[in-house]
């Protein structure tokens, strides 16, 4: 099962649909609320977006032609939705594949001290982006691109509200800087997302990838709950920028056979297949030298 994203598969849809499709899994392609085809007002790794995914989830895990037997997997932003799918404890979400994604949002806009210039526009570079972008037309005359633009800002309210500065950030924390930075001591348990309800609701497995000169998302993003998670785990974690592991260009040792790393995850994790899936964690040196930690932690 397929749905567009704006118009177009994007690498990764159709990476899977080309390589696990044949292998016999559906493949979903989703835009949450607000991007490409979807409708509504962007929530920016919100409550609501996180219902929705949920909602999802549960769809797709009662379909006929389902098993009930779902995995979360996305880059970036859509790597973050993966972390938030854990958040819910659904029962159909049997694994999440977060590549380059988000598990914490405080550390991602709140480092070392103070807060990062981004905690100040992401929030309204993403509402910008979705009442630009539109769904399928992508221009001004398209009525869902209309509706975006009359969206709320994210940047409207009090600041310990979940829609002010403060509280996208926070969860409504308190905010000892004034209205405008986050303050450092959010409430873990509202915080978009949070890797705390991550790691009491998911029950499934996790697969980390992330490339070490992302400085976007951050390379330390997943490092934590990793270690944390009680569940079974893997980790793919090399050199690269913000790029899929098997397309990073010119990198000089690009992990080719990452599809069949994959098929074998998906094959143990949902089809419940006894297959050998290599090192716990691989991880490439500066110099592109590939290791195997002994064991399944970051950093040994």
Same mark, same amino acid.
């Given at each position: ?20 499709? /044949? ?51 996305? $880059? ?14 659904? $029962?159909?979400? $049997?694994?999440?594949? /977060? ?82 930075? /986050? ?11 949070? /890797? ?74 949902? $089809? ?29």
């Amino acid at each position: 099962q397929h749905a567009h994203h704006g118009g177009h598969l994007g690498a990764l849809g159709q990476f899977l649909i080309e390589n696990f499709v /044949p292998a016999g899994y559906a493949v979903v392609q989703a835009s949450v609320r607000g991007t490409g085809a979807s409708g509504g007002c962007n929530d920016y790794l919100g409550a609501t977006e996180t219902k929705d995914i949920d909602t999802m989830l549960t769809w797709l895990g009662e379909q006929k032609w389902s098993d009930g037997k779902i995995a979360v997997i996305g $880059k970036s932003y859509d790597g973050t939705t993966a972390w938030e799918a854990a958040t819910t404890g659904n $029962k159909y979400l $049997k694994t999440i594949v /977060p590549i380059e994604g988000i598990d914490s949002m405080q550390q991602l806009h709140y480092r070392n001290g103070s807060a990062e210039t981004r905690s100040l526009i992401l929030g309204a570079d993403y509402y910008s982006f979705g009442a630009t972008q539109g769904g399928p037309g992508g221009t001004p005359d398209d009525p869902q691109t209309a509706s975006r633009v009359g969206c709320a800002s994210p940047f409207r309210g009090p600041s310990p509200a979940a829609a002010g500065p403060s509280g996208y950030v926070t969860g409504g924390g308190p905010s000892p800087g004034g209205p405008v930075l /986050p303050g450092p001591d959010c409430d873990p348990r509202r915080a978009r997302p949070s /890797p705390e309800r991550a790691l009491a609701s998911f029950k499934g497995s996790l697969f980390y990838i992330h490339g070490f000169q992302d400085w976007n998302v951050k390379p330390s993003q997943g490092l934590d709950i990793y270690n944390q998670f009680p569940g079974e785990k893997k980790a793919l974690v090399g050199e690269w920028a913000p790029v899929h592991a098997y397309r990073a260009s010119g990198h000089p040792s690009v992990r080719r056979a990452w599809a069949e790393m994959l098929l074998r995850w998906f094959g143990h994790t949902l $089809k419940g297949a006894s297959t050998a899936l290599g090192p716990s964690v691989q991880v490439e040196d500066t110099h592109g030298n590939w290791r195997a930690e002994p064991v399944n932690a970051y950093p040994p």
